[in-house]
């Protein structure tokens, strides 16, 4: 018998350092239409990607602790530094199941890769945590080679939506061939930053043009969407009941969010409410 | 008789965001090397420029208070976002001066423009408040003229060292021709942001080709060096025990200011120890 556990209706919680958490949101939306998410954006504090590790987890645990006062049945890390630096601690700390963006990333690129050379593309926290690399090797036992690049210009060209044109591409440019003198036989790119997507056009062309070779491209959003799936469905947890999933955002200061939000989110967003969790 | 106020040894408290303040350190300590300083940068909160008005007071609020518990005679805020919205909050909260890098900066502007057009760069939060604007039309009794144009790439791009070259040169062109179809006859123009001056070669250099004319730049940092130095004096506040004044550096977080603050700086910076404020 298809039993439904009680909890399936709550929300879904998703954490973010700002806006670029709503490329996961739309991962999740496209895959799990009916489920109800809870949204929050840490914007008092972004960016996380330019933070240690300390910090991170101590931004992680308050707004973890904002989310499960929502009674939320899962949390989402939908930032790949706070998912780097606090899946463990969060795990440690929560009774719900916590869902990282890094792993569902890497075993979609371990499935991707022909040639077996693997890019990985971040913040520099997430970059200097290593733990694409380490998943990857671990997932492959030893026989994936990866590299790694920290992009920090990436995010504010995306939060400018400066993602087309010369400036972006010269930006590109400059990251992806850096990459390339470190790992020439490349084929997959992960795309470990959820505010990168904004810049997957251009990526892919500076990408294909640098390494003269198609490069497929990892969205960690979509993987970490399908794990979501996954777990919601091994719980007895997916909800139901529900057509068209609600969606509350949250953020902790009001600035920008509300206004380019939509970009990232690819589709209207309204009610942004204002939290102090400082 | 020349008396010393009993304080005058005392240190001066100077916060940022994070290290764009140093450039106002700099200045402080060419124009008054024998003073003793206390910076604090909040590391763990940068940037403030992308923040709402709210958010940013209540940061500058606890930033004073810890450089207060350091026993300083005065404090300066050396972050042209922090003084736009923080400024009054902080004289009405301390019984210390307060000196803020906006006001020197108009006073600056004002003298040297001939035209009678001043432009004003700076972050999306110092723009939007228009307090450059207010100031120098106050002191102009109206008779100059005022464009500004927020530039929030420039931040992340002195953070990496990427100030010279192509990149930098096509976002400042893009900018400052933002600037010069608003206001064609500008002949000086304020570096509204402590991270801009890093950029002072390529934003002279665009400005020049795009306005066809000699632009002048305004530095905050220096005319608010000046500012104290008099403050100071007025006060019998100066210290005159020293040759060399000493620098105690704190921060909120540890990443990347010890590494990339000489930049700003300009001498070599020791013994950063971080504090926890938040």
């Known amino acids: 018998m298809d039993t439904n556990n009680s909890s399936s209706n709550l929300p879904i919680g998703v954490f973010d350092s700002g806006v670029g958490g709503f490329t996961v949101v739309k991962a999740l939306r496209h895959t799990l239409p009916g489920e109800n998410i809870v949204y929050l954006g840490d914007s008092a504090r972004v960016p996380y990607g330019t933070k240690s590790r300390e910090t991170v987890i101590k931004y992680s645990l308050k707004n973890a602790s904002f989310l499960c006062s929502k009674n939320i049945k899962m949390l989402v890390i939908a930032c790949n530094t706070a998912s780097a630096h606090s ?30 050379n ?58 992806l061939s850096r990459l390339q003198r470190k790992l020439p036989e490349m ?36 993987s970490t969407a399908q794990v979501v799936q996954q777990k919601l469905e091994s719980q007895t947890l997916l909800n139901k009941n529900n057509l068209h ?17 939509n970009r990232f989110l690819g589709e209207p967003l309204s009610g942004v409410e204002r939290v102090d969790i400082l």
Not at 245 to 261: A, N
Request: contains cysteine; glycine residues 10%; hydrophobic residues 35%.
């Open 118 to 175: 693997i890019g990985i593309i971040g913040t520099e926290g997430t970059v200097s945590s290593g733990e694409y690399g380490k998943y990857i090797r671990e997932l492959s036992n030893g026989t994936v080679n990866t590299a790694s690049e920290p992009c920090p210009l990436f995010v504010p060209l995306a939060e400018e939506g400066w993602v087309f044109g010369e400036v972006p591409g010269l930006v590109a440019h400059k990251y």
């Open 87 to 116: 899946l463990e601690a969060l795990r440690s700390e929560l009774d719900i199941p916590v869902i990282g963006v890094i792993y569902p990333g890497a075993v979609s690129a371990r499935q991707s890769t022909s040639r077996n």
């Open 245 to 261: 999933g609600e969606l509350q955002v949250f953020v902790t200061d009001t600035s920008k969010i509300s206004t380019i939000g």
């Open 187 to 222: 084929d997959v790119l992960v795309l470990g930053c959820t505010h990168y997507p904004l810049l997957r056009d251009i990526i892919q062309n500076e990408c294909d043009r640098i390494f003269s070779r198609r490069i497929k491209l990892i969205d960690s959003g979509i």
